[in-house]
């Protein structure tokens, strides 16, 4: 090999590595241009979901719209105001027990599943009436705070779907009331199941009247009565009563021999609420 061509071969390959370290250097530059454009997208994004996330917090719940409702629909088969008053019996009853129930709580699924058929039995025989007042304390509820469903929506939405049964007939509403007691479909206090409407469709489904009723589903997936729950919230909030579940005839606790407690056996129920009826 001449010494010339030594040189030009010596010559391009230096040629050739420059232009392969300059390629590089492109290449290092786009790949930072990349990833500090990334890191910044990612910055944006970030900061992004954190502002729509704290806006999505800091929005007024549709229970807080609800509560606010003025021309609050009752559902049939309500009295007084707003509708609050539900009472379920024959006419010919004298007296009237007052049964104070939040839907979620996991004592008053016991108390159905042991005394609720007793109550149902009396009722039909025209031992006495029954006044139903629900609550939603459980979903973590503080109205004059704005606070409304810091824990849970369960409370209020299956209250909600209660006056859609009511709204059908009172048969259908003691048999859903039952059924979203049961052993079979009340959930873990812990679990906000209550709060999905197909959860309390699915329950509707064990109801004959409530099955595939289009009107029922509706009210309840359009949340009909969601404002006259909350009222109904608020008249247990005024009743006196601290717990759930809690009786009263004639203004004074129905309770087990302790004194204290709801009777929660059906022999501890029935010798309870007739020392209240002759009283």
């Not at 609800?66 to 007296?95: H, L, M, Q, R, S």
């Not at 025989?125 to 304390?137: D, E, N, R, S």
Request: glycine share 8%.
């Amino acid at each position: 090999m001449s010494a010339r061509n030594s040189k030009a071969n010596k010559a391009a390959a230096r040629e050739r590595l420059r232009a392969e370290r300059e390629r590089q250097a492109k290449r290092d530059r786009m790949r930072r241009r990349l990833t500090v454009g990334a890191s910044v997208l990612a910055t944006l994004a970030l900061a992004g979901g954190i502002g729509y996330a704290v806006v999505q917090a800091n929005k007024p719940s549709h229970w807080v719209a609800a509560k606010d409702v003025k021309d609050v629909k009752a559902p049939k088969n309500t009295t007084g105001e707003n509708g609050t008053t539900v009472v379920i019996g024959k006419p010919t009853a004298k007296k009237t027990l007052q049964v104070f129930e939040d839907s979620r709580c996991p004592v008053c699924a016991i108390f159905e599943q042991q005394v609720g058929p007793v109550i149902e039995k009396d009722v039909e025989a025209g031992k006495y009436k029954i006044q139903y007042v629900g609550a939603t304390f459980l979903d973590g509820d503080n109205l004059s705070e704005n606070r409304i469903g810091s824990h849970g929506e369960g409370s209020k939405n299956a209250l909600s779907a209660l006056g859609a049964a009511l709204d059908v007939s009172p048969d259908a509403f003691m048999k859903f009331k039952a059924a979203m007691y049961s052993a079979k479909f009340h959930p873990e206090e812990s679990q906000d199941e209550l709060a999905k409407d197909d959860y309390i469709l699915k329950i509707a489904d064990s109801v004959p009247e409530l099955k595939d009723n289009k009107e029922f589903e509706k009210n309840v997936e359009e949340g009909t009565f969601d404002a006259w729950a909350l009222k109904m919230s608020k008249t247990f909030d005024e009743s006196g009563v601290t717990g759930t579940p809690s009786l009263k005839m004639d203004g004074k606790l129905v309770t087990d021999a302790g004194g204290k407690n709801a009777p929660m056996t059906a022999p501890e129920f029935t010798a309870a609420v007739e020392k209240a009826l002759k009283g």
